[in-house]
């Protein structure tokens, strides 16, 4: 069973921290994703990484940076955490290749900075 | 941009009828296509994937899939009230990119 966990469920934290999200997936995927969720505006792709060491910028990539040095493991940083910022986070992790590559995603992390 | 348009709702539907979920892409380069459930406070979960033209049944859900006219929907046959939830649609383009959801209702 695919499964991929999210550190954290909920977390508060104050303006201009450093914020880390961490995002682990046990099924060897190659692509590992962060999205953000806000009402109205749906799932929002923030980076991705498609092996590690590399990365790719989503929609929404500024204000944010990731990490990600090991296969299983993919993280999300706020250089500095702005009240803007305040959302759900979801990773997600995939297979690559034609058919079904679907994405499996952690229980989100909701994220509230004060 | 690569986009992925979904009409946000709600679709309210009776109970037992047939609920239809539509969805548009931008890229004529996208691969594989799947739909989502999202109930609220949760993750999405995968309901279908199709990557080929024509329909997909798994059950009460069927997929159609048409690459030339860039379009992809979701039926739902014989409604529950448990089907009630938001439905994304989302396209693989070497990322997977989401449509913004539709809220579906099912009125008992």
């Known amino acids: 069973d695919v499964k991929v966990t999210q550190s954290s469920r909920y977390l508060v934290k104050r303006t201009g921290e450093k914020v880390f999200l961490e995002c682990v997936q046990d099924?060897?995927?190659?692509?590992m994703f962060w999205y953000r969720q806000d009402p109205g505006l749906g799932l929002r792709l923030i980076y991705f990484?498609?092996?590690?060491?590399?990365?790719e910028k989503g929609d929404i990539p500024e204000g944010y940076s990731v990490s990600r040095e090991k296969k299983e493991r993919f993280s999300l940083i706020l250089e500095s955490a702005s009240t803007n910022q305040t959302s759900m986070y979801l990773c997600?992790?995939?297979?690559?290749?034609?058919?079904?590559?679907?994405?499996?995603f952690g229980q989100g992390t909701r994220l509230t900075v004060v | 941009q690569k986009e992925v348009e979904q009409n946000s709702g709600p679709l309210s539907v009776p109970e037992g009828a047939i609920a239809s979920l539509n969805c548009t892409y931008s890229?004529?380069?996208?691969?594989?296509f799947f739909w989502y459930r999202q109930y609220s406070g949760k993750s999405p979960e995968l309901i279908m994937f199709?990557?080929?033209?024509g329909d997909k049944e798994d059950g009460r859900f069927t997929a159609q899939l048409n690459k030339a006219s860039q379009y992809v929907s979701l039926l739902i046959r014989d409604s529950q009230p448990s089907d009630s939830a938001t439905y994304l649609c989302a396209v693989n383009v070497d990322k997977i990119i989401f449509g913004k959801g539709t809220r579906l209702h099912i009125l008992p």
């Open positions: 990484s498609y092996d590690v060491k590399m990365k």
């Open positions: 199709i990557y080929s033209n």
């Open positions: 099924m060897d995927h190659e692509n």
């Open positions: 890229d004529r380069g996208s691969q594989s």
């Open positions: 997600a992790s995939s297979t690559i290749g034609t058919g079904n590559t679907e994405a499996f």
